[in-house]
């Protein structure tokens, strides 16, 4: 993998006079040569306004952003294009199932079921639906390793429950959640399905066909793409029953001084002037993606994890959360120092051109439930190297003697 570094230009900074380590990556991605190129030639080559436009700049655009959903459609497993809404990213497709799905779908008592991990984006937009619909709350609780139990499913898979909105790789513990397992038995019970793919999509190969859920939201930014932009598939036939979430321009059919018709699926879902450009430089990172091969960024990913994971147990008063082994996390490790605020870490850390993530991550709940007010987090991508791992844990041994 590491050819493929000179197509990502930040990676030539220098940090504090020292060579930029990049492992913030759950946060977001840094972007490829390939994908900054896509989307300077649609601003200098082909920018309009998309759909309705007769003219050729405008059938140009709406061409690519096509294509370019297309493009993502086929790289999720969708079954047709029209089931992929694109959105402003992952938090906001969340948003829009809890808000369109969860308004007219949930009633008194009815049970949302949560894992006991989730980020904010797929937790507070349900606990704001139950609020409105009288829908109760219920957690699966994860076992010490960070892993969920198909025991504890079952168990918490009542008849009162309607939807599970779960993770599919947790930011925090890097848990792999067993969701085509989780999907096979709620499909058996006529529950739905809502998943938070954003820091899936990125690493593995994911088919919607093959894990079975009704609603499955990521982001671009996180999987080499362009932020302000992401997707809500869906299955067609749930889309073509929902009411939509925002209205103007380009969502409609026909309008009166009474009454609106709304257009088909998924353009019902896109109102307004879509992130063209965003959208054109998201298959662009699918491409990209493509080229080097999910299986092969997974090898990568739980080698470096694998390395990391060893060499940290080694660090006296360390405790690395989330599962023990490589195959079971996606490309992040968490962990926190006794006695040292995960912020001084990373603080530290930033003195030797090294970037990670402090603090609860968007996860309050699953840090207060182990005790801890946050953790320092590792996360890797395709372009991150062995030596950088060194790096880290060098950085990591020079904090603890720093701040002890």
Same mark, same amino acid.
């Given at each position: ?11 030539? /900074? ?17 972007? #490829?040569?390939?994908? @900054?190129?896509?989307?300077? %030639? ?36 969708? =079954? ?9 990213? &992952? ?54 390793? %960070?892993?969920? /139990? $198909? ?19 947790? =930011? ?5 959640? #067993? ?5 096979? @038995? ?20 994911? =088919? $919607? ?16 793409? #362009? $932020? ?34 709304? &257009? ?19 298959? +662009? ?21 694998? !390395? @990391?994971?060893?060499?940290? !147990? ?31 870490? +990373? ?16 996860? $309050? ?11 320092? !987090?590792?996360?890797?991508? @395709? ?11 060098? %950085? ?9």
């Amino acid at each position: 993998m590491k050819d493929i570094r000179k197509d990502f230009p930040i990676l030539e /900074r220098k940090i504090n006079g020292r060579e930029l380590v990049y492992l913030d990556n759950a946060a977001t991605s840094q972007k #490829p040569k390939q994908v @900054l190129e896509a989307i300077a %030639g649609y601003y200098s080559n082909h920018n309009a306004n998309i759909h309705r436009g007769l003219h050729t700049l405008s059938e140009e655009a709406t061409d690519m952003y096509e294509k370019s959903r297309e493009k993502i459609a086929g790289f999720i497993g969708a =079954n047709c294009p029209e089931e992929v809404v694109l959105t402003k990213g &992952a938090t906001e497709s969340l948003n829009m199932v809890a808000a369109m799905w969860g308004a007219t779908n949930l009633k008194k008592n009815d049970t949302i079921l949560f894992g006991d991990f989730e980020h904010h984006s797929n937790m507070v937009p349900w606990l704001e639906a139950a609020e409105k619909t009288g829908a109760k709350i219920e957690y699966l609780e994860s076992d010490e390793n %960070g892993e969920i /139990r $198909m025991e504890e499913v079952e168990k918490k898979m009542t008849d009162k429950v309607k939807l599970i909105a779960i993770t599919h790789a947790s =930011n925090v513990l890097g848990t792999i959640v #067993p969701i085509k397992e989780i999907c096979r @038995l709620a499909a058996k019970k006529g529950i739905l399905v809502c998943v938070d793919g954003a820091q899936a999509a990125p690493h593995l190969k994911v =088919n $919607m066909a093959d894990l079975g859920c009704d609603f499955y939201c990521f982001s671009a930014h996180k999987m080499l793409g #362009p $932020m302000g932009v992401g997707v809500l598939w869906a299955r067609k036939e749930i889309l073509e029953k929902l009411k939509p979430y925002e209205f103007g321009g380009g969502m409609i059919d026909e309008v009166s001084y009474r009454k609106a018709t709304y &257009a088909a699926i998924p353009a019902r879902f896109e109102a307004g002037t879509p992130n063209v450009a965003g959208a054109i430089g998201f298959a +662009a990172a699918v491409d990209y993606l493509e080229k080097i091969g999910m299986d092969n960024i997974r090898k990568h990913e739980i080698a470096l994890s694998r !390395r @990391l994971l060893e060499e940290l !147990r080694q660090i006296e008063g360390l405790k690395v959360i989330g599962p023990k082994e490589p195959e079971k996390r996606s490309g992040l490790v968490s962990f926190a120092i006794a006695g040292i605020h995960a912020h001084d870490i +990373a603080s530290v850390l930033n003195d030797y051109g090294i970037a990670v993530r402090a603090g609860h991550h968007c996860v $309050m709940p699953y840090h207060a439930k182990i005790g801890l007010s946050g953790t320092t !987090r590792a996360s890797f991508y @395709l372009y991150n190297t062995e030596e950088e791992i060194d790096r880290l844990v060098e %950085g990591i041994k020079k904090a603890v003697e720093i701040l002890s």
